[in-house]
């Protein structure tokens, strides 16, 4: 069973080839080497994965090389964490849609935006320059409640 480990703590202008190099001593061992990049000016995100044939030789680079300084910048290597799916993603097909409106289903990106991900609706804050129309309005809903 192969192992990933994550190199973090690098330099932006680390090259991918001085990234490979830095494992070429473990090349028997190893299943990949991926250096992460940014998709639009190409430079290095700081972080990468090497992928290990056997959890001994995981562990053996991960004591030999975390705190190696590379670029005047002491590495940090360890065993990858598994990729955890996002909040709600299943393989379902009826999880990409959104709840039935008016009896019609639309789809919607899976993705959510940083600010739905961050604030419950209980947490959320109404815009101050509407706060007193809006207080203005529960009352008047919580009046026609009681007397219905």
Do not use: H
């Not at 799916?85 to 097909?93: F, H, I, L, P, T």
């Amino acid at each position: 069973m192969s192992i990933r480990l994550y190199v973090g703590n690098l330099s932006r202008d680390l090259q991918r080839q001085d990234f490979e190099n830095l494992f070429v001593a473990y090349n028997d061992d190893l299943v990949s080497v991926k250096l992460i990049a940014d998709k639009k000016t190409g430079k290095c995100r700081g972080f990468g994965f090497v992928t290990v044939k056997t959890e001994e030789k995981a562990d053996e680079i991960v004591t030999q090389l975390n705190g190696y300084l590379l670029e005047e910048t002491p590495l940090k290597i360890e065993k990858a964490l598994p990729r955890a799916k996002a909040e709600g993603e299943s393989e379902d097909q009826e999880a990409n849609q959104a709840p039935a409106v008016n009896g019609k289903r639309s789809k919607t990106n899976s993705r959510k935006s940083p600010s739905a991900e961050q604030s419950s609706p209980a947490v959320v804050q109404p815009d101050p320059r509407w706060a007193d129309k809006l207080e203005q309005l529960k009352a008047m809903l919580a009046a026609q409640a009681t007397s219905s």
